[in-house]
């Protein structure tokens, strides 16, 4: 099924003038986002930060996304289309084939022979290297197929999946308009699937890369490798991820009663688990000053047997309270409430590009929600640069033990950092630099492409902050 939701640009109301705003002269994006709210999954944050604040800075916003109604898990009260209405965003619905490939995200026959023939298609899939979410494409395009060019002046990719960037170039080559690539995570080169990806695949990559106009990245490390494989300096910029400083500020911070440790996700053994985390707890417990003082340690997620198998080991089980999955806004109140919030990167010693610029977004949720935070990260980490001036981010190798307990001692006795520059990591700052860099490409003069406030790193690349 698919099919297009309007909203009403015409009469939305302009944030910045408090005027109506008139469409005569918006850009107009075209943005494929699999993961777009009501869906349940981490990468609805940036995708609907992308679409609203570019609608407020005067963007005409249509975004391909599969139907909510072929989603297991929707965050969904009621309102949402009402919302999408008052944003002035717009939505091409798809369906998805072939969804047994994804039968965690997809409605689908998963049960006893279902689930067994479904099995069998995705061992076929990964092993010649299809995207799990293929089946989606054929249906984005045909939902796509009204489409012309007036309809369009910039296409934006988002991935993964990243079937979703070779779907940009064939609608770029269709419409004859300029296309550009939001790499939430590397495809070819993601630290986390711990496998070498293979000539095909990268080259498939190397294919869509050379025929785009920009590529935005979401840390300079990341950017840096993809870089030095690929070698498209001149079209590579660094747009973090952040906050929503409305959200934000809707948040009511949870009662929890005593000092409360509040970590929010998943994780990903043996680079990203708690193993650090939980021996410093074990020392903190053993010292006076973590001894005399009520604390405990807050899993909200689905990995409690990953937790449960550290604690038992560190006999720290009657400190750690269970929550499961639950609500965004729930987990959101939690951090808010929260002394102090953990967020981990990697615990890995080597010191690899593709290590470092693991930023994940609960970093900025925690900074927006002004809790402290203790990062888990490689030194010198693109997460600790960037959050840096914040003044929130206290970061540690996971090696360094001695230092996270000298830390935790501190918070259980209300010694912690304090807040400097929070809305350098806002999405109010950050959309403005993707506005200047969307718009110059729609101009067509490269040299607008390069608008904004640009912080030079050490790599070169062009760093938006």
């Known amino acids: 099924m698919s099919g297009t939701e309007m909203g009403s640009p015409a009469s939305m109301p302009d944030k910045r003038t408090g005027g109506v705003m008139s ?12 993961p777009f709210p009501p869906a349940k999954a981490p990468g609805c944050v940036r995708t609907w930060n992308i679409a609203m604040y570019l609608t407020r800075l005067g963007w005409d916003v249509t975004v391909v996304t599969p139907d909510p109604s072929i989603l297991r898990n929707i965050e969904d009260d009621g309102t949402t289309s009402r919302e999408f209405d008052d944003v002035g965003i717009k939505r091409i619905l798809t369906g998805h084939r072939w969804r047994c490939l994804a039968p965690n995200n997809l409605k689908c026959w998963n049960k006893n022979l279902g689930w067994f023939a479904g099995k069998v298609f ?3 899939a990964r092993k010649l290297e299809i995207d799990l979410h293929i089946g989606w494409i054929k249906a984005a395009e045909q939902a796509c197929f009204a489409l012309t060019a007036k309809d369009v002046d910039v296409i934006l990719a988002t991935g993964s999946p990243f079937a979703a960037f070779n779907m940009a170039q064939r609608l770029s080559k269709r419409l004859g308009r300029p296309y550009v690539l939001d790499y939430r ?4 080169g993601n630290p986390h699937h711990g496998r070498l990806p293979s000539p095909a695949a990268t080259n498939r990559e190397a294919d869509v890369l050379r025929g785009c106009a920009a590529v935005t990245i979401v840390s300079p490390s990341w950017g840096l490798a993809l870089e030095q494989r690929f070698g498209i300096d001149q079209k590579l910029h660094v747009v ?6 409305d959200e934000m ?9 005593h000092c409360a440790f509040v970590y929010a996700g998943i994780f990903y053994p043996p680079k990203r688990s708690i193993s650090p985390f939980l021996a410093a707890l074990k020392l903190l417990r053993e010292s006076s000053q973590g001894n005399a003082k009520e604390w405990y340690f807050h899993y909200y997620g689905v990995e409690e047997k990953h937790i449960r198998e550290h604690a038992d080991r560190s006999g720290l089980s009657d400190r750690i309270v269970f929550h499961g999955r ?3 806004g729930e987990a959101l109140s939690a951090v808010k409430g929260a002394r102090l919030a953990l967020v981990i990167t990697s615990v890995a010693e080597e010191e690899t590009l593709e290590d470092k610029g693991i930023v994940t977004g609960k970093i900025f949720e925690a900074v927006g929600l002004a809790t402290p935070v203790l990062l888990i990260a490689p030194e010198g980490s693109d997460a600790s640069l960037i959050t840096k001036p914040t003044g929130l981010v206290t970061s540690f190798t996971g090696t360094q033990i001695p ?13 912690v950092p304090q807040v400097r520059n929070m809305e350098i990591c ?27 406030d640009k912080v030079s790193d050490q790599s070169g690349l062009s760093t938006y902050r």
């Open 23 to 34: 469409l005569r002269g918006r850009p107009k994006l075209l943005f494929l986002a699999y």
């Open 122 to 124: 995705r061992t076929v």
């Open 185 to 188: 995570d590397p495809w070819t």
């Open 240 to 245: 973090t991820n952040g906050f929503d400083s």
């Open 249 to 257: 500020a809707s948040v009511k911070p949870y009662n929890f009663g």
């Open 326 to 328: 639950v609500p965004r």
């Open 403 to 415: 230092g996270m307990v000298s830390f935790l001692k501190d918070v259980v006795c209300g010694q």
């Open 426 to 452: 806002s999405w109010t700052t950050i959309s403005k630099d993707l506005d200047a860099l969307l718009r110059g490409l729609v101009a067509g003069d490269r040299r607008h492409a390069h608008m904004g």
